[in-house]
C-alpha cells in the first residue's frame, strides 16, 4: 500500500493565486515527520517546511504553510501569493520514528506550472 | 557554508560499462544518502553510509555499491550498466541521519544516461 499520496500529476496555477498541494499518508507509528521538498528543473531538491506528528500547529515558513489535518493523515502544503519560480515538481514526504531505517518514504510528486 | 557538491553533473555510458559517481556533503555532516530518481519510479532509496560504514540499503542488485571516506565524501558505483540505469542519481547528506526532523541536503544530482 502507498504510504504517501499525492493525487495531482500536475497543476497550472496563474501567478498571485495561492496554491494547495496534496498530500496524503499513511502510517500506524504515532511519531512521524512529515517534509515537502521542491524540485526545479536544476535537479537539486530543495528542502520547504517539516511538521511533525506532536506538533500542535500548523508549520508555516514564509510563503509556505502546511495544512496538517491527523485525524485525516493529510498535509496539504500551501503556497500562498504564487510566483512564477514556484514552478517546479513538489514532493511529500514522511519518516517514520519507530522505522529502524529511518528513511524518508517519498510521494510520487507534483508538476506545479505557474502562468504568467 | 558550501552545500551538497556532486560530480561529474553528466554523464553518458554505454551498456556493460561501470560508472562512479562522487558525492561532497555539507561539511560537519556525517550521513549521506543515495537515491535513483527515474520518471516512471520515483525516488527510489539506494543506500545509506555514516562513519564510513553502511547503515542502510534499498532495494537495488548488487551492482550498485557504495563507499565513504573518513572525511564522509561518498562515492557510488554501478557496474555492468544497464539501459534502466539511466536516470538522475541524487545525493543527499544530514548530520547523523537519525532525528525525525532531520532533513535532508540534496545535491543537483548526476545524470547518468545509458546507450
Known amino acids: 500500500a502507498q504510504k504517501i499520496t499525492q493525487t495531482q500529476p500536475g497543476m497550472f496555477v496563474q501567478e498571485k493565486e495561492a496554491v494547495t498541494l496534496d498530500c496524503t499518508y499513511d502510517t500506524s507509528d504515532p511519531s512521524y515527520g512529515l517534509f515537502w521538498y521542491k524540485q526545479p528543473s536544476s535537479g537539486e531538491m530543495i528542502f520547504l517546511i517539516y511538521q511533525g506528528s506532536y506538533d500542535q500547529q500548523n508549520a508555516t515558513e514564509g510563503r509556505y504553510s502546511l495544512n496538517f489535518q491527523k485525524a485525516r493523515k493529510s498535509a496539504n502544503l500551501v503556497i500562498s501569493a504564487s510566483q512564477l519560480g514556484d514552478s517546479a515538481m513538489y514532493f511529500c514526504?514522511?519518516?517514520?520514528?519507530?522505522?529502524?531505517?529511518?528513511?524518508?518514504?517519498w510521494g510520487a510528486g507534483t508538476k506545479l506550472i505557474i502562468k504568467p | 557554508k558550501a552545500g551538497v557538491t556532486q560530480t561529474p553533473r553528466y554523464l553518458i555510458k554505454t551498456r556493460g560499462q561501470q560508472v562512479t559517481l562522487s558525492c561532497s556533503p555539507i561539511s560537519g555532516h556525517r550521513s549521506v544518502s543515495w537515491y535513483q530518481q527515474t520518471p516512471g519510479q520515483g525516488l527510489q532509496f539506494l543506500f545509506e553510509?555514516?562513519?564510513?560504514?553502511?547503515?542502510n540499503k534499498g532495494n537495488f542488485p548488487g551492482r550498485f555499491s557504495g563507499r565513504q571516506f573518513s572525511n564522509s565524501r561518498s562515492e557510488m558505483n554501478v557496474s555492468t550498466l544497464e539501459l534502466g540505469d539511466s536516470a538522475l542519481y541524487l545525493c543527499?547528506?544530514?548530520?547523523?541521519?537519525?532525528?525525525?526532523?532531520?532533513?535532508?541536503?540534496f545535491g543537483s544530482g548526476t545524470q547518468l544516461s545509458v546507450l
Open positions: 514526504a514522511m519518516r517514520e520514528l519507530g522505522d529502524s531505517n529511518y528513511q524518508l518514504i
Open positions: 553510509y555514516f562513519s564510513e560504514t553502511q547503515r
Open positions: 543527499a547528506s544530514s548530520l547523523v541521519g537519525r532525528g525525525r526532523e532531520e532533513k535532508l541536503f
